[in-house]
Protein backbone atom coordinates (compact mmCIF):
# COMPACT_ATOMS: atom_id res chain seq x y z
CA UNK A 1 0.00 0.00 0.00
CA UNK A 2 1.15 3.36 -0.93
CA UNK A 3 0.44 6.48 0.96
CA UNK A 4 -0.91 9.43 -1.13
CA UNK A 5 2.19 12.16 -0.49
CA UNK A 6 -0.32 14.55 0.74
CA UNK A 7 -1.64 11.96 3.03
CA UNK A 8 -0.93 11.53 6.48
CA UNK A 9 1.15 9.11 7.04
CA UNK A 10 -0.83 8.03 10.63
CA UNK A 11 -3.15 6.99 7.98
CA UNK A 12 -1.08 3.95 7.51
CA UNK A 13 -0.20 3.63 10.75
CA UNK A 14 -1.10 0.76 13.16
CA UNK A 15 0.33 1.70 16.82
CA UNK A 16 0.98 -1.61 18.48
CA UNK A 17 1.08 -0.54 22.73
CA UNK A 18 3.53 -2.65 25.01
CA UNK A 19 1.57 -2.43 28.60
CA UNK A 20 2.83 -5.40 29.77
CA UNK A 21 5.29 -4.63 32.47
CA UNK A 22 4.63 -4.74 36.31
CA UNK A 23 6.39 -1.54 37.42
CA UNK A 24 7.83 -3.02 40.52
CA UNK A 25 9.10 0.08 41.86
CA UNK A 26 5.71 1.89 42.79
CA UNK A 27 5.76 -1.10 45.40
CA UNK A 28 2.10 -1.74 46.41
CA UNK A 29 0.65 0.79 43.97
CA UNK A 30 0.76 -1.98 41.22
CA UNK A 31 0.25 -5.08 43.50
CA UNK A 32 -2.89 -4.97 42.09
CA UNK A 33 -2.56 -3.54 38.46
CA UNK A 34 -0.51 -3.10 35.77
CA UNK A 35 2.31 -0.07 36.05
CA UNK A 36 0.02 1.20 32.56
CA UNK A 37 -3.57 0.58 34.69
CA UNK A 38 -1.97 3.33 37.30
CA UNK A 39 -4.29 6.16 38.31
CA UNK A 40 -2.56 9.52 36.92
CA UNK A 41 -3.76 13.14 37.10
CA UNK A 42 -7.15 12.97 38.30
CA UNK A 43 -9.02 11.04 36.04
CA UNK A 44 -6.65 9.10 33.60
CA UNK A 45 -4.62 6.13 33.69
CA UNK A 46 -0.95 6.10 32.28
CA UNK A 47 -1.73 4.42 29.33
CA UNK A 48 -3.94 6.97 27.97
CA UNK A 49 -1.73 9.02 27.04
CA UNK A 50 0.17 6.61 24.96
CA UNK A 51 -3.54 5.90 23.63
CA UNK A 52 -3.96 9.60 23.30
CA UNK A 53 -1.24 10.51 21.45
CA UNK A 54 -2.18 8.14 19.03
CA UNK A 55 -5.76 8.99 18.46
CA UNK A 56 -4.94 12.93 17.94
CA UNK A 57 -1.84 12.26 15.69
CA UNK A 58 -4.55 10.37 13.92
CA UNK A 59 -3.69 6.98 14.50
CA UNK A 60 -7.15 4.64 13.98
CA UNK A 61 -5.52 1.08 14.33
CA UNK A 62 -4.45 0.07 17.71
CA UNK A 63 -3.17 -2.88 18.88
CA UNK A 64 -2.32 -3.08 23.27
CA UNK A 65 -0.50 -6.05 24.52
CA UNK A 66 -0.68 -7.44 28.06
CA UNK A 67 0.68 -9.67 30.53
CA UNK A 68 0.79 -9.01 34.20
CA UNK A 69 -1.69 -8.52 36.23
CA UNK A 70 -4.03 -7.27 33.57
CA UNK A 71 -7.82 -7.21 34.57
CA UNK A 72 -8.22 -3.57 35.49
CA UNK A 73 -6.56 -2.68 32.42
CA UNK A 74 -8.79 -4.30 30.45
CA UNK A 75 -11.28 -2.94 31.96
CA UNK A 76 -10.69 0.25 31.26
CA UNK A 77 -9.41 0.12 27.82
CA UNK A 78 -12.87 -1.59 27.43
CA UNK A 79 -14.81 1.29 28.81
CA UNK A 80 -12.60 3.93 27.59
CA UNK A 81 -11.50 2.60 24.23
CA UNK A 82 -14.69 1.17 22.68
CA UNK A 83 -15.04 4.22 19.96
CA UNK A 84 -13.28 2.39 17.37
CA UNK A 85 -15.64 1.64 14.26
CA UNK A 86 -14.53 -0.99 11.67
CA UNK A 87 -16.55 0.89 9.21
CA UNK A 88 -14.07 3.88 9.37
CA UNK A 89 -11.07 1.31 8.97
CA UNK A 90 -10.42 1.78 12.81
CA UNK A 91 -9.85 -1.31 14.98
CA UNK A 92 -9.06 -1.50 18.62
CA UNK A 93 -7.21 -5.51 20.14
CA UNK A 94 -6.49 -5.86 23.63
CA UNK A 95 -4.17 -8.69 23.01
CA UNK A 96 -3.04 -10.41 26.36
CA UNK A 97 -0.63 -12.93 26.82
CA UNK A 98 -2.08 -16.28 25.43
CA UNK A 99 0.63 -18.56 24.33
CA UNK A 100 -0.29 -18.60 20.89
CA UNK A 101 3.43 -19.38 19.28
CA UNK A 102 3.95 -21.79 21.96
CA UNK A 103 2.36 -23.86 24.83
CA UNK A 104 4.55 -23.12 27.37
CA UNK A 105 5.95 -19.41 26.40
CA UNK A 106 4.21 -16.08 27.66
CA UNK A 107 5.61 -13.02 25.97
CA UNK A 108 9.34 -13.03 26.30
CA UNK A 109 9.95 -9.85 25.92
CA UNK A 110 9.31 -6.54 23.92
CA UNK A 111 9.98 -7.95 20.93
CA UNK A 112 8.37 -11.29 21.12
CA UNK A 113 4.76 -9.87 22.18
CA UNK A 114 5.02 -8.13 18.74
CA UNK A 115 6.20 -11.31 17.56
CA UNK A 116 3.17 -13.42 18.87
CA UNK A 117 0.60 -11.80 17.23
CA UNK A 118 2.13 -11.26 13.60
CA UNK A 119 -0.97 -13.35 12.46
CA UNK A 120 -3.37 -10.04 13.70
CA UNK A 121 -1.05 -7.64 12.58
CA UNK A 122 -0.71 -8.49 9.19
CA UNK A 123 -4.51 -8.41 8.27
CA UNK A 124 -4.55 -5.14 9.27
CA UNK A 125 -2.31 -4.17 5.90
CA UNK A 126 -0.35 -0.83 7.73
CA UNK A 127 2.39 0.47 5.73
CA UNK A 128 3.93 1.27 9.56
CA UNK A 129 3.73 -0.44 13.03
CA UNK A 130 4.59 2.44 15.91
CA UNK A 131 5.56 0.55 18.98
CA UNK A 132 4.89 2.64 21.99
CA UNK A 133 5.80 2.19 25.69
CA UNK A 134 2.65 2.08 27.52
CA UNK A 135 4.25 3.89 30.70
CA UNK A 136 5.09 7.22 30.70
CA UNK A 137 3.30 10.37 30.70
CA UNK A 138 4.19 12.81 27.87
CA UNK A 139 2.25 14.50 24.72
CA UNK A 140 3.54 13.81 21.12
CA UNK A 141 2.66 13.76 17.66
CA UNK A 142 3.94 10.86 16.18
CA UNK A 143 3.07 12.04 12.35
CA UNK A 144 6.39 13.96 12.92
CA UNK A 145 7.99 11.32 13.76
CA UNK A 146 6.55 8.91 10.78
CA UNK A 147 7.46 11.54 8.06
CA UNK A 148 11.02 11.97 9.33
CA UNK A 149 11.46 7.85 9.29
CA UNK A 150 9.77 7.88 5.74
CA UNK A 151 11.94 11.23 4.72
CA UNK A 152 15.52 9.37 6.08
CA UNK A 153 14.54 5.82 4.98
CA UNK A 154 15.32 4.57 8.15
CA UNK A 155 14.49 0.90 9.15
CA UNK A 156 13.88 1.74 12.16
CA UNK A 157 13.17 5.23 14.20
CA UNK A 158 13.77 5.45 18.05
CA UNK A 159 12.07 8.48 19.53
CA UNK A 160 14.80 10.03 21.99
CA UNK A 161 15.75 12.43 24.47
CA UNK A 162 18.26 13.79 26.49
CA UNK A 163 18.45 12.78 30.45
CA UNK A 164 21.01 13.63 32.87
CA UNK A 165 23.00 11.17 32.88
CA UNK A 166 22.53 10.27 36.59
CA UNK A 167 18.96 8.82 35.60
CA UNK A 168 19.86 7.51 32.45
CA UNK A 169 21.00 3.53 33.28
CA UNK A 170 17.25 2.15 33.12
CA UNK A 171 17.24 3.10 29.88
CA UNK A 172 18.94 2.36 26.14
CA UNK A 173 21.78 5.23 25.75
CA UNK A 174 22.81 6.31 22.09
CA UNK A 175 24.90 8.08 20.14
CA UNK A 176 24.24 10.06 16.98
CA UNK A 177 25.59 11.41 14.03
CA UNK A 178 25.30 15.04 12.65
CA UNK A 179 22.14 13.59 10.15
CA UNK A 180 20.70 11.74 13.29
CA UNK A 181 22.13 8.44 12.49
CA UNK A 182 22.58 5.97 15.49
CA UNK A 183 25.89 4.59 15.58
CA UNK A 184 26.00 2.97 18.89
CA UNK A 185 23.48 1.67 21.38
CA UNK A 186 23.42 0.17 24.81
CA UNK A 187 20.93 -1.19 26.35
CA UNK A 188 20.72 0.18 30.52
CA UNK A 189 24.10 0.64 31.52
CA UNK A 190 25.18 0.88 34.61
CA UNK A 191 27.69 3.99 33.51
CA UNK A 192 25.60 5.95 30.86
CA UNK A 193 27.98 7.51 28.11
CA UNK A 194 27.78 10.95 27.93
CA UNK A 195 26.71 13.35 25.18
CA UNK A 196 29.17 15.25 22.96
CA UNK A 197 30.07 18.00 24.47
CA UNK A 198 27.48 17.59 27.21
CA UNK A 199 29.01 15.73 29.59
CA UNK A 200 26.00 15.90 32.02
CA UNK A 201 23.57 14.62 29.76
CA UNK A 202 22.25 10.88 27.91
CA UNK A 203 20.65 10.90 25.06
CA UNK A 204 17.97 8.05 25.99
CA UNK A 205 15.23 5.98 24.14
CA UNK A 206 12.05 6.31 24.70
CA UNK A 207 10.91 3.16 24.09
CA UNK A 208 9.25 4.35 20.51
CA UNK A 209 10.44 2.96 17.68
CA UNK A 210 8.80 3.58 13.90
CA UNK A 211 9.23 0.34 11.61
CA UNK A 212 8.17 -0.39 8.39
CA UNK A 213 5.77 -2.80 8.79
CA UNK A 214 7.52 -5.78 6.58
CA UNK A 215 10.29 -4.98 7.33
CA UNK A 216 9.34 -5.17 11.27
CA UNK A 217 8.25 -8.64 10.37
CA UNK A 218 10.92 -9.78 8.97
CA UNK A 219 13.23 -8.66 11.75
CA UNK A 220 11.28 -10.08 14.10
CA UNK A 221 11.43 -14.04 12.70
CA UNK A 222 15.01 -13.92 12.66
CA UNK A 223 14.90 -13.04 16.14
CA UNK A 224 12.79 -15.19 16.94
CA UNK A 225 14.58 -18.52 15.88
CA UNK A 226 18.38 -16.98 17.55
CA UNK A 227 18.84 -18.73 20.39
CA UNK A 228 20.97 -16.31 22.00
CA UNK A 229 18.32 -13.52 22.01
CA UNK A 230 16.30 -12.00 24.86
CA UNK A 231 13.37 -11.34 22.46
CA UNK A 232 13.54 -7.44 23.46
CA UNK A 233 13.49 -4.20 21.34
CA UNK A 234 16.07 -2.59 23.26
CA UNK A 235 18.39 -5.61 24.26
CA UNK A 236 18.38 -7.20 20.57
CA UNK A 237 15.92 -5.80 17.82
CA UNK A 238 17.84 -2.28 17.89
CA UNK A 239 21.10 -2.95 18.32
CA UNK A 240 21.48 -5.01 15.88
CA UNK A 241 19.69 -2.84 13.00
CA UNK A 242 21.94 -0.62 14.41
CA UNK A 243 24.82 -2.92 13.18
CA UNK A 244 23.21 -4.24 9.97
CA UNK A 245 20.77 -1.54 8.75
CA UNK A 246 19.59 2.11 8.78
CA UNK A 247 18.53 3.41 12.50
CA UNK A 248 17.67 6.76 12.22
CA UNK A 249 16.77 8.53 16.33
CA UNK A 250 14.01 11.47 16.31
CA UNK A 251 14.63 14.24 19.00
CA UNK A 252 11.55 14.59 21.21
CA UNK A 253 11.89 18.19 21.07
CA UNK A 254 10.65 17.98 17.36
CA UNK A 255 7.72 16.74 18.22
CA UNK A 256 6.66 17.66 21.85
CA UNK A 257 2.88 18.87 22.00
CA UNK A 258 3.42 22.18 23.63
CA UNK A 259 0.77 24.52 25.30
CA UNK A 260 1.10 28.05 24.07
CA UNK A 261 4.69 29.73 24.23
CA UNK A 262 5.76 26.88 26.71
CA UNK A 263 9.17 26.10 25.72
CA UNK A 264 9.82 22.78 27.66
CA UNK A 265 9.29 19.59 26.65
CA UNK A 266 7.14 17.68 29.30
CA UNK A 267 8.70 13.46 29.53
CA UNK A 268 8.02 11.53 33.16
CA UNK A 269 9.10 7.89 33.82
CA UNK A 270 6.51 7.88 36.83
CA UNK A 271 8.29 4.58 37.68
CA UNK A 272 8.53 5.04 41.40
CA UNK A 273 6.94 5.93 44.37
CA UNK A 274 8.98 9.65 44.75
CA UNK A 275 8.19 10.39 40.92
CA UNK A 276 4.55 9.48 40.94
CA UNK A 277 4.18 11.68 43.65
CA UNK A 278 6.19 14.54 42.56
CA UNK A 279 4.36 14.39 38.88
CA UNK A 280 1.11 14.23 40.17
CA UNK A 281 1.63 17.33 42.52
CA UNK A 282 3.19 19.26 39.90
CA UNK A 283 -0.25 19.25 38.11
CA UNK A 284 -1.52 21.97 41.00
CA UNK A 285 0.84 24.23 39.77
CA UNK A 286 -0.58 27.77 38.57
CA UNK A 287 1.30 27.52 34.60
CA UNK A 288 2.29 23.04 35.34
CA UNK A 289 4.79 21.56 32.15
CA UNK A 290 1.85 18.71 31.62
CA UNK A 291 -1.14 20.62 30.58
CA UNK A 292 -4.18 18.81 31.10
CA UNK A 293 -6.56 21.53 30.04
CA UNK A 294 -5.47 21.82 26.25
CA UNK A 295 -8.23 20.82 24.46
CA UNK A 296 -6.51 20.85 20.80
CA UNK A 297 -4.72 17.78 22.27
CA UNK A 298 -6.72 15.83 24.54
CA UNK A 299 -6.01 13.02 27.00
CA UNK A 300 -8.27 10.56 26.46
CA UNK A 301 -9.98 8.54 29.09
CA UNK A 302 -12.48 6.30 30.92
CA UNK A 303 -14.91 8.87 32.31
CA UNK A 304 -17.24 7.86 35.12
CA UNK A 305 -20.57 9.76 35.27
CA UNK A 306 -20.46 11.72 38.68
CA UNK A 307 -22.06 14.69 40.41
CA UNK A 308 -19.46 17.68 40.58
CA UNK A 309 -17.03 18.11 43.38
CA UNK A 310 -18.96 19.70 46.81
CA UNK A 311 -17.38 21.81 49.61
CA UNK A 312 -19.38 21.99 53.09
CA UNK A 313 -19.40 23.61 56.20
CA UNK A 314 -18.24 27.07 56.44
CA UNK A 315 -17.29 27.25 60.23
CA UNK A 316 -13.75 28.52 61.93
CA UNK A 317 -11.77 25.52 61.92
CA UNK A 318 -14.40 23.38 59.99
CA UNK A 319 -14.23 24.96 56.47
CA UNK A 320 -14.40 23.29 53.28
CA UNK A 321 -11.82 24.25 51.33
CA UNK A 322 -9.42 23.57 49.00
CA UNK A 323 -6.40 25.84 47.49
CA UNK A 324 -3.60 25.29 45.18
CA UNK A 325 -5.10 21.76 44.56
CA UNK A 326 -7.07 19.31 41.65
CA UNK A 327 -10.39 18.05 42.90
CA UNK A 328 -12.26 15.47 40.46
CA UNK A 329 -15.82 14.78 40.30
CA UNK A 330 -17.93 13.10 43.35
CA UNK A 331 -15.54 14.37 46.03
CA UNK A 332 -16.72 15.66 48.95
CA UNK A 333 -14.24 18.26 50.87
CA UNK A 334 -16.60 18.30 54.67
CA UNK A 335 -15.24 20.46 56.82
CA UNK A 336 -11.58 20.10 55.65
CA UNK A 337 -9.00 21.85 54.95
CA UNK A 338 -7.05 20.60 51.87
CA UNK A 339 -3.94 22.23 50.37
CA UNK A 340 -1.17 21.18 47.28
CA UNK A 341 -3.46 18.15 46.82
CA UNK A 342 -4.41 15.69 43.98
CA UNK A 343 -7.83 14.13 44.71
CA UNK A 344 -9.33 11.61 41.89
CA UNK A 345 -12.93 10.42 41.96
CA UNK A 346 -14.80 10.12 44.68
CA UNK A 347 -12.80 11.26 47.72
CA UNK A 348 -14.49 12.19 50.58
CA UNK A 349 -12.65 14.33 53.61
CA UNK A 350 -14.40 14.61 56.61
CA UNK A 351 -15.00 16.92 59.23
CA UNK A 352 -11.11 18.82 60.87
CA UNK A 353 -9.42 16.95 58.42
CA UNK A 354 -6.48 18.52 57.24
CA UNK A 355 -4.34 17.19 54.04
CA UNK A 356 -1.70 18.29 52.25
CA UNK A 357 0.93 17.46 49.49
CA UNK A 358 -1.60 14.51 48.79
CA UNK A 359 -1.95 12.21 45.88
CA UNK A 360 -5.12 10.27 46.76
CA UNK A 361 -6.72 7.54 44.83
CA UNK A 362 -10.29 6.82 43.62
CA UNK A 363 -12.70 6.80 46.36
CA UNK A 364 -10.84 7.03 49.76
CA UNK A 365 -12.63 8.09 52.85
CA UNK A 366 -10.41 10.14 55.16
CA UNK A 367 -11.62 10.51 59.10
CA UNK A 368 -12.27 13.12 61.24
CA UNK A 369 -9.67 15.09 62.47
CA UNK A 370 -7.45 13.15 60.70
CA UNK A 371 -3.60 15.07 59.46
CA UNK A 372 -2.04 13.90 56.34
CA UNK A 373 1.16 15.17 54.51
CA UNK A 374 3.51 14.12 51.84
CA UNK A 375 1.40 10.89 50.93
CA UNK A 376 0.26 8.34 48.29
CA UNK A 377 -3.27 6.80 49.00
CA UNK A 378 -4.54 3.99 47.09
CA UNK A 379 -7.99 3.33 46.01
CA UNK A 380 -10.76 2.52 48.26
CA UNK A 381 -8.72 2.77 51.32
CA UNK A 382 -10.28 4.32 54.77
CA UNK A 383 -8.10 6.56 56.77
CA UNK A 384 -9.23 6.11 60.62
CA UNK A 385 -10.33 9.43 62.47
CA UNK A 386 -7.58 11.18 63.88
CA UNK A 387 -4.74 9.24 62.19
CA UNK A 388 -0.96 11.42 61.83
CA UNK A 389 1.18 10.82 58.69
CA UNK A 390 4.18 13.10 57.78
CA UNK A 391 5.05 14.52 60.83
CA UNK A 392 6.77 12.10 62.53
CA UNK A 393 9.27 9.87 60.14
CA UNK A 394 10.40 7.39 62.02
CA UNK A 395 6.82 6.48 63.30
CA UNK A 396 5.47 6.84 59.82
CA UNK A 397 8.60 4.55 58.46
CA UNK A 398 7.14 1.38 60.79
CA UNK A 399 3.57 1.85 59.34
CA UNK A 400 3.81 2.87 55.95
CA UNK A 401 5.75 2.49 52.82
CA UNK A 402 7.99 5.45 52.99
CA UNK A 403 10.23 6.68 49.90
CA UNK A 404 13.77 8.49 50.39
CA UNK A 405 12.08 11.99 49.99
CA UNK A 406 9.86 10.98 52.84
CA UNK A 407 6.97 10.02 50.85
CA UNK A 408 4.60 7.70 52.48
CA UNK A 409 2.53 4.91 50.65
CA UNK A 410 -0.64 4.32 52.01
CA UNK A 411 -2.71 1.16 50.78
CA UNK A 412 -6.29 -0.90 53.29
CA UNK A 413 -3.42 -3.65 54.25
CA UNK A 414 -1.32 -1.05 56.07
CA UNK A 415 -4.29 0.41 57.73
CA UNK A 416 -5.48 -2.52 58.70
CA UNK A 417 -2.34 -3.36 60.60
CA UNK A 418 -2.58 -0.56 62.53
CA UNK A 419 -4.93 -2.19 64.41
CA UNK A 420 -3.88 -5.92 64.57
Known sequence: ????????????????????????????????????????????RIIDFALSNAVNS??????????????????????????????????????????????????????????????????????????????????????????????????????????PRSESSGFGI?????????????????????MPGKPDKSLASMGIYVFDTKFLIDELRRDAVD?????????????????????????????????????????????????????NIDLTDVLPELDLYD?????????????????????????GQAVASLVSGGCIISGAALRRSLLFTGVHLHSFAKVENAVILPYVDVGESARLANVVIDRGVRIPDGLVVGEDPELDAKRFRTTQQGICLITQPMIDGLKA
Open 58 to 163: GIRRIAVATQYKAHSLIRHLQMGWNFFRPERNESFDILPASQRVSETNWYLGTADAVYQNIDIIEPHRARFIVVLAGDHVYKMDYELMLQQHVEQRADVTVGCLEM
Open 295 to 319: RSWPIWTHAEITPPAKFVHDDEGRR
Open 227 to 279: PNSSHDFGKDIIPYIVKQGRAVAHQFSRSCVRSGNDPRSYWRDVGTVDAYWSS
Open 174 to 194: MHVDANDVIQSFLEKPADPPP
Open 1 to 44: MRADRHEPLARHALAFVLAGGRGSRLMELTDRRAKPAVYFGGKS
